[in-house]
């Protein structure tokens, strides 16, 4: 396996495997996700793919096929009451359901972390869904930490 930066090529693949990620969500908020939807269409993550403020990274087998991904976005923190800082925010990863246990995720993750380090990120941030239990165990493992929690109320 190898992780590099994606491609346009890479674009179809990508979506194809948010399709997964948004039908997780479905099941555990079909009052808020749509079945058979995606977060981005191909051309929007052809958008990302090409944005300089935006890292889209891939892992690929042996044939160079896409099994995994994660969209990263580099956000500079510059507010008057925060400390100044850069902070890599994980928009999505994603290990294709029939490669998940082959430590591919821990190997995007950790990916990430070297690409953030070397851009002068001072985190690394990410939503999780609860409910989502399954991502929820992978980031404390990747020794990720609550740092502010979003309530709701349903009307």
Known sequence: MTIR????????????????VLELHAEIR????????????????????????RRTYVAVDENDELIGFALCEVKKINSHN???RREMYIDDICV?????????????????????????????TLNVWEGNDSARAFYDKMNMKPRSTMMEIIL
């Open 30 to 53: 079909p009052d808020i996700f749509q079945t058979g939807t995606t977060k981005y269409t191909e051309t929007e993550v052809e958008g990302l793919i090409n944005n300089e403020n």
């Open 5 to 20: 930066k994606a491609r346009i090529k890479d674009s179809k693949r990508i979506v194809s495997l948010l399709s997964q």
């Open 82 to 84: 925060m400390v100044p």
């Open 96 to 124: 294709d359901g029939s490669a998940r246990g082959q430590r591919i995720g821990t190997q995007l993750f950790e990916y990430v972390k070297e690409e953030a380090r070397k851009l002068g990120c001072y985190e690394i």
